[in-house]
């Protein structure tokens, strides 16, 4: 019985505790880097200026909230955007235009911003705040508007901006507000101020764009020319090349041709130097199987020939010289002709050459010494040849048959062939006169003998008449 109610009453116990730590949990707030936690309901001392406030506040880690006592609220530190129109809003050159804007603000991490954020925003929501916010920065963006030209709005967007950003931050800093940044988003106007504003812009950029655009053409045709220069220079180099290549190309091949020919004109010379010594060696073998088969035994039979000769040259020398003895007392012409019959025929042919030019110089010294005699006695030794030359075609003549009437008182039949004859043969010193301008008549009475026969021969007939 005491057992069970120590277990009951220990189970109670830490039910308790379990409910207590349950509910303590609870109570534990947990706060992120992009909120903050105000703590109200019991008046505390602010650890940092000391001083007496009847709340805290809880940036980043956890708290605890005592029940019944305290109330917890959020704020938060997240960026909040806004964006801000204003339209028809008059410069300073009472020109109306509409600006856009972006502005980025958000509630600063200071605690004595967060303290003012706090007693402004605790209670409002995310609109509400944007909302004060954006007629803040519209004021200003307005009031800044109507101290600047349309031009320096339009072309110093930046400086613009930032001189709104500058006039807005310390407004905004008293509602525990920081802007992070803004910027002019567009800038419009209803009357054509700014599109008239950016035609002499716009036309000289467009005159630029145009110089430029012609200029890039130029450049770009410069360009083209350049690189078809460039181009027909390299082809041009490339073609040279190629050239030169291909004339070596030839070159070489021509050297490689002429040496290939080179080589097969010595491998030609070469074999014809081989076929020649094997011509010569040929040839001398031919020489010594003609010298072995034709000269030796022409030199023997020569030899033998020689010897044979030789021998009968001997014999009939002996003979000879036996004749001779024998003969010695019939006289030496004899003994000098069997000596002759024994000299080989060649000497036999000389004597003979010797003989008849011997004869011919004493005929030249007759002729010589006679002169038109001589001549004459040859002409007088070839008269009967010439007669016999004109007499052979009759001698050849198998049958003569004549037919003549004999009315010229020179006869008939062979009489009259006679007398032709005879006729012929009267006129042959004629025609050697003819042929030669000798007069045969004349000549031979010219001859110093002949004159006197005649002349002998006249008076003799003449004592013989007396």
Known sequence: MGASIGITGL????????????????????????????????????QETGEKSSYRIVKGGRAFIWPILERVDWLSLELLTIEIVIDNVYTQQGVPISVEGVAQIKIASDNVSIRTAAERFLSKNVTEITSVAHETLAGHLRAIVGTLSVEEVYRERDKFAQSVQEVS?????????????????????????????????????????????????IEEEAAKRDLGMQKAAFDAEVQQRRAEADLAYVLQEN????????????????????????????????????????????????????????????????????????????????????????????????????????????????????????????????????????????????????????????GAGANRLTADIANIVTQIPE????LTGIDLLSSIKDLPGVMDDTDKAGNGGQDADS
């Open 169 to 217: 931050a310390s407004d905004l800093a008293n509602m525990g507000l920081g802007i992070d940044s803004f910027v002019i988003k567009d800038i419009r106007d209803s009357e054509g101020y700014l599109e008239a504003l950016g035609r002499p812009r716009i036309a000289d950029v467009k005159r630029a764009a145009v110089v430029a655009e012609q200029k890039a053409q």
């Open 11 to 46: 189970l109670a116990f830490l039910f308790v505790v379990i409910v207590l730590v349950i509910a303590w949990a609870s109570r534990v707030q947990k706060v992120g880097p992009n909120q903050v936690l105000v703590i109200s309901g019991r008046r505390t001392t602010d």
């Open 255 to 410: 050297i490689t041709n002429q040496k290939v020919k080179e080589q097969e004109v010595q491998v030609e010379v070469v074999e014809r130097s081989k076929m020649i010594q094997v011509q010569e060696q040929e040839a001398l073998r031919k020489e010594r199987e003609l010298e072995a088969t034709v000269r030796k035994p022409a030199e023997a039979e020569q030899y033998r020939i020689q010897t044979l000769a030789e021998a009968r040259k001997y014999q009939i020398e002996a003979e000879a010289s036996g004749q001779a003895s024998a003969v010695r007392l019939q006289g030496e012409a004899d003994a000098d002709a069997e000596r002759a019959k024994g000299l080989a025929e060649a000497e036999v042919i000389r004597q003979q050459g010797l003989a008849e030019a011997e004869a011919m110089e004493k005929k030249a010294a007759a002729w010589q010494n006679y002169n038109q005699a001589a001549i004459i006695q040859q002409l007088i030794d070839a008269l009967p040849e010439i007669a016999s030359a004109i007499a052979e075609p009759l001698a050849k003549t198998e049958r003569i048959a004549i037919i003549s009437t004999g009315g010229d008182g020179q």
């Open 431 to 434: 025609t050697v006169s003819a």
